[in-house]
């Protein structure tokens, strides 16, 4: 790439001193002409760029010349930020690059940038592309939890990129609207945070910068460095309108093997989501009559033997975005149960060092989860309610930040308030304290309250978290404290125990390789667990001692020893466990991971202890370039102390995926599930066998997050004691078009 030469001293140092990286600013060229993102450096396009490279690799090896040869360049016209990495390999025919629907190519080989516009080590956009040109993108939140790595790739900006593999390695180049972005809008220069990355996958997965890290400090985004530039850039004030046209049919049936499937009508409805930046600071989204239905299946879960409701993560667009806003360390922001709403709109902002987030929504149906100390039960009200979720949060001292949070829902003859305060110290870069008190307000529709023996007046509770963590190279650990009253609510969260006190109690050791081991890290904990119900009656007593290598082929091997002793029912059981976990990808093409559990298990349905054996099963294959199978598996079973069986459960869920090309897939699902159980051994009646098999086959094409369209086919088939083989009980199509219009 020799007709590109360096630009400005600094990016000549910044190549040369990689220690001291960090505390360089660099100067961002201004662009004259115009640059095509083809994933071909051809021409003077970048001959004015910036020019840096990514040198060192912190991980595995900790700050270490990178194996390969990285360039990268940076060049801005007062709209766009352009990007663009040259990324030598010494053998190209080895390059992992598999087309995939965005966000999918992390395990790919892929360079990004790092953004903290707002250059206060707290929050920071990310964008990616793998030789391809396949995007990912996400946002990194600093100060969550006291955790450095909390990341979030369900945020989508609309951007370009492409990538083109050549002979020396691979080239790709990114066009960034500044109008995706956030940041102050200040007269002259933008100083912003900016780290380089690239990951390069082969026997080891090493990370390359072009700046070092220091694994002693817990925070990334107060390592990386600092772009100066942007001259008369402001932030966007643009306004983005996704009108959208949604058509189903379902057909159902009352009884399957009895009544014949009932032809539903055919529904067409149009709706309107509108984002506007009303300031530089402060961005306004809308919906209107959303189509807020899960357009991808959710992965399968296996419902066997649990005592709480499952969790299945937020996926709809409207919710994701500046999801991190209303993030706290007790759950009590949950946006799916948030179930099928007539309108919503969300503002969300930064001004300086205050965050603030608010949400409402006229919900046609109220979803409810009621917890208790040893399970929880879930049901949905055929009435509307009004939801509502606000949130402030003001940073000072690095990243130590105080907020409030509040949350409501109103509906006939139900509410549920909840509010509270949130701090997190930071006391320097090993040690912080989190800490968060809420109260909760609650009334159930008397029918409700009599069905799930919930109380019949108003009643309230309190819920408290408080932490404190230390995280340094070579040691980790702190303590927490949970306290849940009986009577605490988060109707608009995911909160499904209560009435207990908790204290976790944890410390480890890592272990990092000198550099001639075969192995690459060792990672040992010790985490102790106590909880005590409201009257101080032990609930749950845990020890659980873990041991993890990560080593050869991308290999991680962890094993965890649990004893434990668990009330149910008024009864304390003593149980010992036995949980092993392995990944591996023995080819570029191959990842395989397997999850065992073997031990002492309650059997909840019927207050007695078992034995529990279960092997989880996880294979991603890479058929071609364009075709990726994806197999999750589960087995589990339950027996007597005497070896008499109570169940046995498998559940498959298969996923084939044909990339026809960028932005566009078709993709076949398949999920079983077959339960066979031993009704002499249960005390309430159960089916002695249930079988459930789903399909779905989806075509997407994305032009962008925004423009996109899908057109699926899907059913579902049953079978238990009074049927006589697996007979479908629903199906439908559908179809979603949705158009990004940026006036």
């Known amino acids: 790439m020799s007709f590109v030469r360096p630009h400005l001293f600094a990016g000549l140092c910044l190549a040369l001193a990689p220690g001291i990286a960090s505390s360089i600013v660099a100067?961002?060229?201004?662009?004259?002409?115009?640059?095509?993102?083809?994933?071909?450096?051809?021409?003077?396009?970048?001959?004015?760029?910036?020019?840096?490279?990514?040198?060192?690799?912190?991980?595995?090896?900790?700050?270490?010349?990178?194996?390969?040869?990285?360039?990268?360049?940076?060049?801005?016209?007062?709209?766009?930020?352009?990007?663009?990495?040259?990324?030598?390999?010494?053998?190209?025919?080895?390059?992992?690059?598999?087309?995939?629907?965005?966000?999918?190519?992390?395990?790919?080989?892929?360079?990004?940038?790092?953004?903290?516009?707002?250059?206060?080590?707290?929050?920071?956009?990310?964008?990616?592309?793998?030789?391809?040109?396949?995007?990912?993108?996400?946002?990194?939140?600093?100060?969550?939890?006291?955790?450095?790595?909390?990341?979030?790739?369900?945020?989508?900006?609309?951007?370009?990129?492409?990538?083109?593999?050549?002979?020396?390695?691979?080239?790709?180049?990114?066009?960034?609207?500044?109008?995706?972005?956030?940041?102050?809008?200040?007269?002259?220069?933008?100083?912003?945070?900016?780290?380089?990355?690239?990951?390069?996958?082969?026997?080891?997965?090493?990370?390359?910068?072009?700046?070092?890290?220091?694994?002693?400090?817990?925070?990334?985004?107060?390592?990386?460095?600092?772009?100066?530039?942007?001259?008369g850039s402001r932030p966007s004030r643009d306004i983005e309108i996704v009108p959208t046209i949604t058509a189903s049919k379902n057909d159902t049936t009352e009884d399957p093997g009895l009544d014949p499937m009932q032809s539903g009508d055919a529904e067409v409805e149009a709706g309107l989501t509108a984002r506007w930046g009303v300031t530089p600071d402060l961005t306004a989204n809308i919906t209107i009559n959303p189509d807020f239905s899960q357009v991808e299946s959710d992965v399968a879960q296996l419902d066997v033997n649990n005592q709480f409701a499952l969790f299945y993560p937020e996926k709809r667009p409207f919710f994701l975005e500046g999801a991190d806003y209303f993030t706290t360390p007790i759950e009590a922001v949950f946006t799916r149960t948030v179930a099928s709403p007539d309108f919503g709109g969300k503002l969300t902002g930064k001004k300086g060092d205050n965050t603030f987030g608010a949400f409402a929504a006229q919900d046609a149906e109220t979803n409810l989860l009621f917890p208790g100390l040893y399970s929880s039960d879930t049901e949905t009200l055929e009435q509307s309610n009004t939801a509502f979720v606000g949130r402030y949060s003001r940073g000072f001292a690095d990243t130590s930040s105080i907020g409030v949070l509040v949350t409501a829902r109103d509906g006939d003859g139900y509410h549920n308030y909840v509010g509270g305060l949130d701090a997190r110290w930071k006391l320097n870069d090993q040690h912080s304290v989190d800490f968060q008190h809420l109260r909760s307000d609650t009334a159930y529709p008397e029918a409700t309250a009599i069905d799930f023996e919930q109380p019949l007046q108003t009643f309230s509770g309190d819920a408290t978290y408080l932490a404190y963590k230390y995280d340094s190279r070579d040691w980790f650990g702190g303590v927490d404290y949970h306290d849940r009253d009986s009577g605490f609510r988060a109707d608009s969260g995911f909160v499904g125990q209560v009435g207990l006190k908790r204290a976790i109690a944890r410390l480890g050791r890592v272990i990092y390789d000198s550099g001639d081991s075969w192995w690459d890290e060792i990672r040992t904990s010790l985490r102790v667990d106590r909880a005590v119900d409201e009257e101080g009656e032990l609930a749950e007593h845990k020890w659980t001692y873990r041991f993890g290598i990560g080593g050869p082929m991308q290999s991680w091997f962890q094993i965890a020893l649990v004893d434990a002793r668990e009330r149910e029912e008024g009864v304390l059981y003593d149980m010992n466990r036995l949980r092993a976990y392995a990944e591996f990808q023995p080819t570029s093409g191959l990842q395989f991971a397997i999850l065992a559990i073997v031990g002492d298990q309650i059997d909840y349905a019927n207050d007695r202890l078992g034995k529990k054996r279960s092997i989880e099963p996880n294979i991603s294959w890479n058929l071609s370039r364009n075709l990726l199978l994806r197999l999750r598996g589960v087995y589990s079973e339950l027996e007597t102390q005497e070896g008499e069986k109570f169940f046995d459960a498998s559940l498959a869920d298969t996923r084939l995926t044909w990339q026809c090309y960028l932005g566009s897939f078709l993709r076949l699902t398949i999920q079983y599930q077959d339960i066979e159980r031993d009704p002499d051994l249960y005390l309430d009646e159960e089916y002695a066998r249930e079988q459930e098999i789903g399909r779905q086959l989806l075509y997407s094409y994305k032009l962008n997050p925004q423009t996109v369209f899908f057109l699926g086919y899907s059913d579902n088939h049953i079978n238990d004691d009074s049927l006589d083989d697996l007979t479908i009980s629903d199906r439908s199509w559908f179809m979603k078009i949705g158009y990004a219009w940026t006036p």
Not at 85 to 112: E, M, Q, T
Not at 122 to 136: C, D, I, S, W
Not at 155 to 175: F, P, Q, T
Not at 205 to 210: A, I, R
């Open 27 to 231: 100067d961002i060229p201004r662009l004259e002409g115009e640059i095509k993102v083809d994933g071909v450096l051809s021409g003077g396009e970048w001959s004015d760029a910036l020019r840096l490279e990514l040198n060192i690799e912190t991980d595995p090896a900790e700050n270490e010349p990178a194996p390969v040869k990285t360039t990268a360049f940076l060049i801005e016209d007062g709209e766009n930020l352009y990007v663009a990495f040259a990324a030598d390999d010494p053998n190209p025919d080895v390059i992992r690059a598999y087309l995939r629907d965005r966000d999918s190519a992390w395990n790919d080989d892929h360079v990004g940038i790092i953004l903290d516009t707002y250059n206060d080590e707290r929050r920071a956009f990310e964008f990616y592309a793998n030789p391809l040109g396949v995007q990912m993108d996400k946002t990194r939140d600093d100060t969550a939890r006291g955790n450095s790595w909390n990341s979030d790739d369900s945020w989508d900006a609309i951007w370009e990129s492409a990538g083109h593999i050549n002979d020396e390695g691979y080239i790709v180049e990114m066009r960034i609207p500044l109008s995706q972005l956030r940041f102050p809008d200040i007269d002259g220069k933008k100083t912003w945070g900016y780290d380089l990355v690239r990951m390069y996958p082969r026997d080891r997965t090493h990370k390359l910068s072009n700046h070092s890290k220091d694994r002693n400090r817990s925070c990334y985004l107060c390592q990386v460095g600092k772009l100066e530039g942007l001259e």
